[in-house]
């Protein structure tokens, strides 16, 4: 009996002390980097389309995948150039991103809520399968104006 209670004890705390990766959901994935790369990453969306242009009016978010550490991965992005004379249709690329995250604890002892908002910090190009365009490296901080 108190084996199995020093074993429940023991998994019990294995598990509180290793505690959860914070992980940022897709869906912000998704809306921060489409509102970024409407108008806030020019250097991306230009050398993804080739020409210079100030953003992608729908970008469409695709093969989000996540580095073990949660806040860092790769996605697939296509959409039209917003205001550009000569570029293609649809431009599309791979980027790297990377998250930051803040968190907020509120409330009392028994009922607190923990606020958790995500930064977009970074966006890399990494590849571009716009049909003539020639690939080119763009590191760029990106501001998606809008916390979630």
Known sequence: MRKGILI??????AVTLSGCKKQVPTDIVQ??????????????TSAMCG??????INAN????????????????ISGAP???RGAPAVCEGDVEFKYSSTSRTSGTRKRKTTTT???LEHVKLIAVQT????????DEDADDDDDD
């Open 117 to 119: 908002t995500w930064s």
């Open 82 to 84: 917003w205001l550009a």
């Open 51 to 56: 020409v210079t242009v100030k953003g992608l």
């Open 31 to 44: 809306r921060s980097l489409r509102n970024a790369l409407r108008t806030h990453a020019p250097l991306t």
């Open 8 to 13: 429940a004890a023991v998994m019990v705390s």
């Open 131 to 138: 049909r003539g365009v020639a690939f080119k490296s763009v």
């Open 61 to 76: 978010i695709t093969n989000i995948t996540r580095k073990p550490d949660g806040v860092t991965g790769t996605a697939h």
